[in-house]
């Protein structure tokens, strides 16, 4: 029982992280099945044909490309926007301050369905043509709260004195910015980047009111759910995963060898 309790909190880590990652293990083994008939949800045998042609599904490599252009384009908006924002709502006093504040929050509590409805009624108001534009302009609306939210947090905890310190020394407020300011606020940019492409890539509810005609993975695999998953979806998704693993690791190795080098 002393065992128990001095790692109880250890222990429910883990369960959490295993209840989290179960899902993306059962994606990473089905895509290695060959399946019997159109479903993929009951394994039969061990097959690598779907990695060894990932695009052989009509169309939907032609989604994927469209959703990473997408969301690449939505996270250099969104950051870009909601780095400035942030800056000017932290470093700021200007009348409006506070709505804006709460107005910043609201496409995160927002329900999907509502932003999404509204932002379709505003396009067809104003006879925007629905397609690609019409998804990027909703991606970048909805992903800027949450880069707001990560950026304005890291500028809060910068200490000014390294700043001040920087001016004290005849830097110009551009060099002071370049090599102060900007470094400092990397890591919660970067946060905000990462979560606007993670969210851009996989929105379905507000994409499909905005889309048209057009498809993006989300909208590809939800279509075909309808006549039966191909195992190249997992295959993508697998794909996917992993590299956002590799991607922490190496910001963990990097992290680390830097505070070595610190100290």
Same mark, same amino acid.
């Given at each position: ?18 209840? &989290? ?5 059962? @994606? ?19 097959? +690598? ?5 990932? #695009?052989?599904?009509?169309?939907? #490599?032609?989604s994927l490309t469209l959703s990473l252009?997408?969301? @690449?384009?939505? +996270? ?8 400035? +924002? ?37 396009? &067809? ?8 534009? %019409?998804? &990027? ?5 909805? #992903? ?30 551009? $060099? ?7 470094p400092l606020a990397a890591p919660g ?24 005609? %057009? ?10 759910? $309808?006549?039966? +998953?191909?195992? $190249? ?18 910001? $963990? &190795? ?10």
């Open positions: 029982m002393r065992w128990l309790r001095r790692n109880v909190v250890v222990i429910a880590g883990v369960l959490a992280l295993g209840y &989290l990652i179960l899902p993306n293990l059962v @994606v990473l083994a089905f895509s290695f099945n060959k399946p019997k008939g159109r479903y993929n949800y009951t394994w039969n045998r061990f097959s +690598t044909d779907a990695w060894q042609h990932p #695009c052989g599904v009509a169309d939907m #490599c032609g252009r997408l969301a @690449v384009y939505a +996270t250099i908006g969104a950051t870009v926007l909601g780095t400035m +924002t942030a800056f000017a709502l932290a470093r700021y006093r200007f009348r409006g301050r506070a709505a804006t504040n709460m107005l910043i929050f609201l496409p995160m509590a927002m329900p999907e369905v509502v932003m999404g409805a509204s932002l379709g009624t505003l396009f &067809l108001n104003m006879r925007i043509r629905f397609g690609f534009w %019409t998804i &990027l302009i909703a991606h970048v609306m909805f #992903c800027l709260s949450f880069v707001v939210v990560a950026v304005k947090a890291r500028i809060m905890s910068m200490d000014p004195r390294l700043e001040q310190a920087a001016q004290d020394l005849y830097a110009t407020p551009a $060099q002071t910015f370049l090599r102060i300011t900007l940019i970067a946060a905000g980047a990462l979560l606007s492409f993670a969210l851009s890539f996989d929105d379905y509810i507000i994409t499909s009111f905005n889309a048209g005609s %057009t498809v993006t993975f989300p909208m590809f695999v939800w279509g075909s759910a $309808q006549r039966g +998953t191909p195992v $190249q979806v997992n295959v993508i998704g697998t794909a996917m995963f992993v590299i956002a693993v590799l991607l922490v690791v190496a910001g $963990q &190795l990097i992290g680390g060898r830097r505070r070595g080098a610190r100290t």
